[in-house]
């Protein structure tokens, strides 16, 4: 729960999609499994008119089952939609049929579903319709990828007549992109695009900590991948473990696409605010889609806490008073010990230059890294170092495979980072923090912020003395 936001920004693609899992994973198991599953709470939401003003005026309590919102409680990250799809016929208006048959218009579509190894030919000859239809459709078709790169589960509708010939199809083009075909007298096609309109709206969440903050983000209506989100945004300054208490509360504000009555999942976290008897953190989004304090410090961390993005178990810490237990003499322990298998990968923490690397009869294979002028890294017991002295390396860039060498009870990585040539616990150090929003960035960061943080405020007091499981929607634009 403790990765930078950072280290996404460094790492490589292939490291990239594991790390999203791995958190994503991490935390639905974390966050959500760890409470009792409990009801389904009645997700009442609180809808602002959608012409009204920043400020609510009108607060109508609606209740709606949960299934209408994209905040469904219900889900879990496997399972949330990525997609919404277009569900009644309803929500999108028709075309006009021209010139085709007068009987269309009060045909029933039906509906198909594009199975594993469906040709559109084939398709249309399973609806008992010659080839020549296929052509016309392609003819007409403003490319022919929307028509023959058709997917596994794609949705396909369309029209027959009395006399068997189809009249209209409609092909979904992503979430946004209907095309309707119709059938001319000639037996041509023409085809309409439609477009659904997108409007964008801020959404509000409140809520307080009972039980896991999972569990609480929840019941306040947020999705799991927001939440997910959220908790990777705050990662780098709330300890979840430790933090976290009963009675604590938090606030969210989203910015989301909706398609009509559909939530999308084009989500943007403009705000996270957590407020809780150990510790206190605003996040809000700036345009350089990083995340800052209302006073424009960036809460992500230029100096990764640990060298490697797998979880493992800390053996030995840092300690300068360690009593040696045979010898009776102190002998410091100027770094941090993790049990890891032989091979695993050790990071760059941070930007740097590689300074040494070499053998020595206690550290094993080992590697210093130097990062700007005061911090230094040094890795011991290492199996295989892959950079040499003098390369310039990147955070998240892989730097040695962990090892068993030097004196060693058992494979482990000792990990040592150095202040202006002094160790310290490189778990506790205060490290480096990226960007300072600074000139007309800052101006325009801070003013949008004094706005939002009103708002949010506002809206949050108002969800928390309703006491409802319930959101603020606000149009925008
Ligand atoms: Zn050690």
New binding site residues.
């Given amino acids: 729960m403790r990765l930078p936001q950072s280290y996404l920004h460094r790492l490589r693609r292939r490291h990239l999609a594991t790390l999203v899992g791995v958190v994503v994973l991490v935390t639905a198991v974390v966050e959500f499994y760890s409470s009792k599953p409990q009801a389904m709470p009645v997700s009442h939401t609180i809808v602002l008119a959608p012409s009204q003003a920043p400020v609510a005026s009108q607060v109508a309590l609606t209740s709606k089952p949960a299934t209408d919102t994209a905040t469904s409680g219900q889900q879990t990250a496997s399972q949330e939609p990525q997609d919404f799809d277009f569900q009644t016929d309803d929500e999108l208006p028709l075309p006009k049929p021209t010139g085709a048959h007068n009987t269309a218009p009060t045909l029933d579509w039906s509906s198909y579903t594009v199975q594993g190894g469906d040709s559109f030919s084939a398709i249309l000859s399973s609806w008992s319709q010659p080839y020549t239809v296929a052509q016309e459709i392609l003819k007409a078709a403003p490319s022919a990828d929307l028509v023959e790169k058709l997917n596994p589960g794609d949705e396909l509708d369309y029209k027959i007549d009395g006399s068997g010939d189809l009249v209209a199809l409609r092909i979904r083009d992503g979430l946004r992109v209907n095309y309707i075909f119709t059938r001319q007298t000639d037996g041509q096609y023409h085809y309409e695009k439609i477009e659904k309109p997108v409007e964008r709206y801020q959404e509000y969440f409140a809520g307080t900590v009972d039980g896991t903050l999972g569990a609480s983000a929840r019941k306040a209506g947020l999705g799991s991948k927001v939440i997910a989100q959220c908790i990777h945004i705050l990662g780098n300054r709330i300890d979840f473990a430790r933090d976290v208490r009963k009675g604590d509360t938090f606030t969210v504000v989203v910015e989301r696409d909706w398609l009509g009555d559909t939530p999308t999942q084009d989500v943007r976290i403009l705000l996270v605010e957590y407020h809780g008897k150990r510790k206190q953190v605003v996040a809000m989004r700036a345009d350089d889609g990083h995340y800052y304090t209302p006073t424009g410090n960036s809460l992500e961390l230029a100096f990764m806490r640990y060298p490697f993005y797998h979880h493992y178990r800390l053996t030995?810490p840092f300690n300068l008073h360690r009593l040696n237990p045979v010898t009776h003499r102190y002998a410091p322990?100027y770094?941090t010990?993790f049990g890891m298998p032989v091979g695993s990968h050790i990071y760059a923490p941070a930007d740097g230059v590689v300074v040494k690397t070499g053998h020595q009869r206690y550290a094993g294979n080992y590697v210093a890294v130097q990062h700007g002028r005061y911090f230094m890294t040094r890795y011991?017991h290492l199996s295989k170092i892959l950079v040499h002295r003098g390369e310039k390396v990147k955070m998240g860039q892989i730097l040695a495979l962990s090892g068993n060498t030097g004196r060693t009870t058992g494979p482990h990585l000792?990990y040592e980072l150095l202040y202006q040539g002094h160790p310290v616990n490189a778990m506790t150090a205060s490290l480096p923090r990226h960007r300072q929003l600074r000139g007309t960035a800052l101006a325009k960061f801070e003013a949008n912020a004094k706005v939002l943080l009103a708002e949010a405020h506002q809206n949050s007091t108002q969800l928390l003395a309703s006491n409802s499981h319930g959101y603020i929607r606000q149009r925008i634009q």
């Fill in positions: 030995s322990h770094g010990d011991f000792h």
